[in-house]
């Protein structure tokens, strides 16, 4: 049994050389998928409906199967949430103010608690998936990230938690491609996780050249743009 258990080990270890040689993610006890935002607010008739974002919810379902390790986040704000418009007299949705802790873009009114847009999209299927990160929670801080809040300083646990877990590979997926994927790919790389995006597993807002600047943000950081396919 012993060297049964061995055996498995030194596979899987040759099989994780094997495709991070090729720039792809094994996908083994050490990996996570993490599953951004997949919520009613973010896809159409949402509140702050992402260009075609439900279309990756059948993307994200099939990837989901072949990950063990399985993680979301929750965009989850009190209603008055500071990143809304509607808590700034004279703002408008997508006007960008200061907060102590910097640029904020405000936003239309959004998955706030309870809220049927702050539900998971409903076609969302990845049952196993372990645990749930909500995030935005604390109305005068904003939190794209699944692992820092917007004043960049408090943890959210998530990083804690994979680490605990012996996470040291993840895999992002969803939405929006140039806010909170982009916040939480870069927060994962920062926290030591070799990670990869999933470019088809996301749709962007892209505002004002957003989305460029995530993808070149998250290459400066060593976050690797993959494929489906790419996931072997
Ligand atoms: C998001 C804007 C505001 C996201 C969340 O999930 O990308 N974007 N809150
Ligand atoms: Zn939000």
Redesign the pocket.
């Given at each position: 049994r012993r060297a049964a258990i061995a055996g498995a080990t030194l596979f899987t270890a040759a099989a994780a050389r094997g495709a991070a040689a090729q720039g792809r993610p094994a996908i083994d006890a050490q990996t996570a998928l993490i599953v951004?935002?997949v919520?009613n607010d973010?896809c159409p008739g949402g509140r702050?409906a992402?260009p075609k974002g439900d279309e990756i919810v059948a993307v994200c379902n099939a990837i989901g199967k072949r990950f063990q390790n399985v993680v979301f986040?929750q965009?989850w704000?009190p209603e008055g949430h500071s990143?809304f418009a509607s808590s700034h007299a004279g703002k408008k949705p997508f006007d960008v103010v200061q907060m102590p802790y910097g640029a904020q873009?405000l936003?239309p009114d959004?998955?706030t608690w309870d809220s049927a847009g702050a539900e998971f999209h409903e076609a969302l299927d990845i049952p196993h998936a372990q645990t749930i990160v909500r995030k935005?929670y604390r109305k005068e801080v904003?939190s794209?990230s699944g692992f820092l809040e917007a004043d960049r300083k408090t943890p959210t646990g998530l990083g804690g938690y994979l680490k605990e877990r012996g996470v040291t590979r993840a895999v992002v997926v969803?939405?929006?491609?140039?806010?909170?994927?982009?916040?939480t790919a870069q927060d994962a790389a920062k926290a030591g996780l070799e990670t990869f995006v999933v470019e088809e597993a996301c749709r962007a807002?892209d505002l004002g050249g957003s989305l460029d600047k995530a993808w070149a943000d998250m290459a400066a950081l060593g976050v690797k743009k993959i494929k489906t396919a790419d996931l072997g």
């Amino acid at each position: 049994r012993r060297a049964a258990i061995a055996g498995a080990t030194l596979f899987t270890a040759a099989a994780a050389r094997g495709a991070a040689a090729q720039g792809r993610p094994a996908i083994d006890a050490q990996t996570a998928l993490i599953v951004v935002d997949v919520q009613n607010d973010f896809c159409p008739g949402g509140r702050l409906a992402v260009p075609k974002g439900d279309e990756i919810v059948a993307v994200c379902n099939a990837i989901g199967k072949r990950f063990q390790n399985v993680v979301f986040t929750q965009d989850w704000h009190p209603e008055g949430h500071s990143s809304f418009a509607s808590s700034h007299a004279g703002k408008k949705p997508f006007d960008v103010v200061q907060m102590p802790y910097g640029a904020q873009v405000l936003w239309p009114d959004h998955c706030t608690w309870d809220s049927a847009g702050a539900e998971f999209h409903e076609a969302l299927d990845i049952p196993h998936a372990q645990t749930i990160v909500r995030k935005g929670y604390r109305k005068e801080v904003d939190s794209y990230s699944g692992f820092l809040e917007a004043d960049r300083k408090t943890p959210t646990g998530l990083g804690g938690y994979l680490k605990e877990r012996g996470v040291t590979r993840a895999v992002v997926v969803g939405l929006a491609t140039d806010f909170c994927v982009n916040w939480t790919a870069q927060d994962a790389a920062k926290a030591g996780l070799e990670t990869f995006v999933v470019e088809e597993a996301c749709r962007a807002i892209d505002l004002g050249g957003s989305l460029d600047k995530a993808w070149a943000d998250m290459a400066a950081l060593g976050v690797k743009k993959i494929k489906t396919a790419d996931l072997g």
